[in-house]
């Protein structure tokens, strides 16, 4: 097991923790958005891709030989950026949510890039081809959150305006 | 004052907020870096065009006829998820830092990006074209970070597997 390896499973269960705490969040928001379905439609599918993306992780650690029996305390220690992003979600508002869903998806992407690099690095060609087509998942939802975000803001400001009660869900 | 302007009065105030967190990051991120140059030759060019985007946001809240006085509160509860990006950072971990440093600039791209929308909605122009440009600057952050990251990973892997203490920093 060479230091390259090691860094590769270590970075392996960061993106496990990190998957777990998307999970989280997509189940939060997903539960809580009331008047823009097609944000939420988006949300509930992304959430079905991230339970996969889990169990695919959990495959590819196993294929590695890596302990996943350290995982909790490794998932401690990597959250620390993620409940921050979860803190900002933690009111019922539309726009701070789908602002914190933008930028983890964006943390995700570049996580996974890094992933790329470092699998092809070791010569662990199906790592890189799992974390690239994981990339491809994510990179979908960020486009497909951007495409969203105008027509959001828009709707969100309309509803404020009049005042209503469910603008903010 | 609209509902609508009051709440672009409040979002120009979290982009603010979120710019002085910027401005602690990239120092902090710019004093660490050691055998990183191109890294940290970007991070400082970044530093300067944040100070300069502070100063520009200031000036578009006075112009607006919006209070300053009560952006110290505001700062406080708008950097929740920011404190967690920045702990993320505490370490001296250059790949951590770089990633931090990308889902960060993502997060400014969207919320200058609902900006943009609003402003154009409410129809301050003057406001639309300022987010518009402080936009690219962060497009072209989070461009030049995600060119560099695969370039940073070999060389923090080459130098780790040397056994390097240098690797990290």
């Known amino acids: 097991m060479t230091t390259i390896d090691d860094t590769i ?9 990190m998957e777990e705490q998307a999970e989280q969040m997509l189940e939060s928001q997903s539960s809580r958005i ?7 439609a988006r949300i509930k599918r992304h959430l ?15 294929r590695r030989g890596a302990a996943t029996s ?7 220690k990597a959250s620390a950026m993620m409940q921050g992003l979860s803190s900002m979600m933690a009111g019922d ?11 983890f998806e964006q943390f995700e992407i570049a996580s996974y890039r890094i992933l790329i ?22 990179e979908a939802m960020a486009a497909d959150l951007a495409d969203m975000i105008p ?10 305006n009049a005042d209503l009660d469910e603008a903010k869900r």
Do not use: F
């Not at 009331?34 to 939420?40: F, G, H, I, Q, V």
């Open 9 to 17: 499973n270590q970075w392996l269960r960061d993106a496990h923790a």
């Open 34 to 40: 009331e008047n823009y379905p097609e944000l939420a």
């Open 151 to 160: 027509e959001l803001t828009r709707s969100y400001l309309t509803r404020e």
């Open 93 to 103: 508002e539309v726009m701070k949510g789908a602002l914190a869903s933008y930028a």
């Open 117 to 138: 690099t470092a699998a092809e690095t070791a010569g662990d060609i199906e790592t890189a081809r799992l974390c690239e087509e994981i990339c491809r998942e994510e």
């Open 48 to 62: 079905e891709e991230t339970q996969s993306q889990l169990e695919r992780l959990e495959r590819c650690l196993e």
């Open 70 to 76: 350290a995982m909790k305390d490794l998932t401690a």
